[in-house]
């Protein structure tokens, strides 16, 4: 006698894909802050499930999503400016007077200003000892060190050497000669830093979002770039994963 197997009915259920960048704001690209988080609550009202957001890696070449410098880090101009200034690590006078176009994303003006307010950031939390922050920071750098020191090197000497392509790198640290890693980390160590602060304050974001996804039962689903971007940290750590040459 065959068994009769039952099976629980699926839940019939739809949602939208809309990728952050594209959210409204002042700020001249759609980010983590409370425009997403109104977006989740338009999305329950509206009875929908799922919010398909696509890739959030930092951006390379093009300032496309699918060429990221790393599988494992947050893109950070998607850091939204309203959040950073609740937690008191920028002024309400770094968010006047700013006029963004608010029908698409202007990259070369957006980058530099954002910039400049990650590295205000980063120097506002050196400044302040604030103690929570700090807390959450170092238990932050102790969960992510699988990636995240490497990732901060990667940009800092990216950033040293003009942003070309670690392909285009002086040869000790093409091929991460050791002690010339150890000398940039020792002169280099608040750039080091900086990166580091910047994917702590991306992630404390998106978790936050993702708490207030789950509050409003709206389900994210992820996105990654089908492969690897060859200009990654991910590529240039472990050289060994990829069909590369002995000269890289």
């Known amino acids: 006698m065959t068994p009769t197997i039952y099976q629980t009915p699926r839940r019939r259920s739809s949602g939208i894909l809309l990728h952050v960048t594209s959210l409204p704001g002042a700020f001249g690209i759609g980010d983590l802050g409370p425009a997403a988080h109104a977006w989740i609550s338009t999305l329950a009202r509206a009875r929908q499930t799922w919010w398909q957001v696509l890739p959030l890696g930092p951006t390379g070449y093009a300032d496309s999503p699918y060429q990221s410098f790393s599988a494992f880090a947050g893109n950070p101009f998607l850091i939204s400016p309203e959040l950073l200034l609740r937690d008191g690590l920028l002024d309400a006078s770094e968010l006047e007077g700013i006029n963004f176009p608010a029908d698409c994303v202007e990259f070369e003006r957006v980058i530099p200003w954002k910039t400049h307010l990650l590295d205000r950031a980063w120097t506002k939390y050196q400044e302040s000892k604030h103690f929570v922050l700090q807390v959450e920071f170092d238990r932050f750098c102790e969960e992510q060190v699988e990636w995240l020191g490497d990732f901060a090197l990667f940009m800092a000497i990216k950033e040293a050497y003009g942003n070309v392509s670690w392909q285009q790198w002086p040869a000790e640290f093409l091929f991460r000669q050791p002690q ?11 750039r080091i830093g900086r990166h580091k602060f910047v994917q702590f304050l991306f992630f ?17 689903i992820g996105d990654m770039p089908i492969f690897v971007a060859t200009d990654s940290a991910d590529v240039w750590t472990h050289p060994e994963l990829f069909l590369l040459d002995s000269q890289r």
Request: net charge positive; hydrophobic share 40%.
């Open 180 to 190: 010339a890693l150890d000398r940039f980390r020792q002169e280099k160590v608040d």
């Open 204 to 220: 404390r974001q998106w978790n936050l979002l993702k708490d207030v996804a789950k509050d409003h039962d709206i389900r994210i």
